[in-house]
């Protein structure tokens, strides 16, 4: 057995196929053109960004729809997205066949009515970035819409992500950083088992508004998915 971490086999610039994770009440699947109405409701929204930032605007959302809908990467500071969806009642046969199929024809602009219905409704999305390549560490962060919140779907998506993460590049660490007044989303930090490291005190200024940050992380040695 080697002792080399997963990571260190791949080329940081070299693409990888974005997987499709099944869980009970979710699956991730990669982003599709046909996703871009259901991201753009979410990411126009004032409250979505509430203790994010900037309020995207339309042609910065299909720039975060092209980028998600490509391979992931593993440079360093590159953000690497997958879809949220419902799992629907025809999840049973969701599998990466169906996927290859689904692209298939996706990448068809003419006939969208494809097997995407296996997934179910868009719920929102999950990103990782490596934030460290020497130290095997990523950064993970996600958004949902207001439609979808309060189900423990982001719970379940992070659980799905990271234990991703950690069997297929063998990261040491994954973290999650959040604005304190944010509850929800370091309330999902703490439901899946990631520890309080930081917080940093006015360390963003949002919308002219100095904001503290924390920091969540978890060891994969720790990790219990
Ligand atoms: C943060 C976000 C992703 C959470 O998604 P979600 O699917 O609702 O999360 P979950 O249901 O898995 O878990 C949320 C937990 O926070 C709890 N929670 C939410 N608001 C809370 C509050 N004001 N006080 C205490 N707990 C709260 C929920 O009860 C739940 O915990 P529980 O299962 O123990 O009851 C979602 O609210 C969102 O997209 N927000 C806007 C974008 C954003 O801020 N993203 C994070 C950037 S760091």
């Known amino acids: 057995m080697s002792n080399i971490p997963k990571l ?5 610039e070299e693409p990888i196929t974005i997987p499709v994770l099944v869980g009970e009440k979710l699956v991730l699947r990669p982003c599709v053109a046909a996703d871009l109405p259901a ?3 979410y990411r126009t929204d004032p409250a979505n960004s509430q203790y994010i930032g900037n309020v995207d605007d339309k042609e910065r959302v299909q720039q975060i729809v092209a980028q998600h809908s490509s391979p992931w990467r593993l440079e360093s500071g590159r953000w ?18 169906d996927w290859q199929q689904t692209k298939l024809v996706v990448s068809n602009e003419s006939t969208v009515d494809s097997t995407l219905h ?14 460290d390549w020497e130290n095997q560490r990523a950064e993970i ?11 423990g779907y982001c719970t379940e998506a992070v659980k799905l992500l990271v234990s991703y993460l950690f069997k297929h590049f063998e990261l040491h660490k994954v973290i999650a950083r959040c604005d304190p007044r944010n509850i929800a989303s370091y309330r999902v930090m703490e439901k ?3 520890v309080r490291e930081a917080h940093f005190h006015q360390h963003f200024l949002v919308r002219g508004e100095w904001t503290d940050q924390l920091d ?4 994969r040695e720790n990790w219990r998915y």
């Open 39 to 41: 991201v753009m409701a």
């Open 216 to 219: 969540y992380s978890v060891i």
């Open 141 to 151: 962060g996600y958004r949902l819409s207001p439609k979808y919140t309060g189900n």
């Open 80 to 97: 690497n997205g997958i879809i949220m969806c419902e799992k629907s009642v025809n999840a049973a046969s969701v599998s990466e066949l």
């Open 192 to 194: 899946v088992g990631m």
């Open 118 to 131: 296996l997934y179910g409704d868009l719920v929102g999305e999950i990103v990782f970035r490596i934030d």
């Open 8 to 12: 260190f086999e791949y080329q940081p």
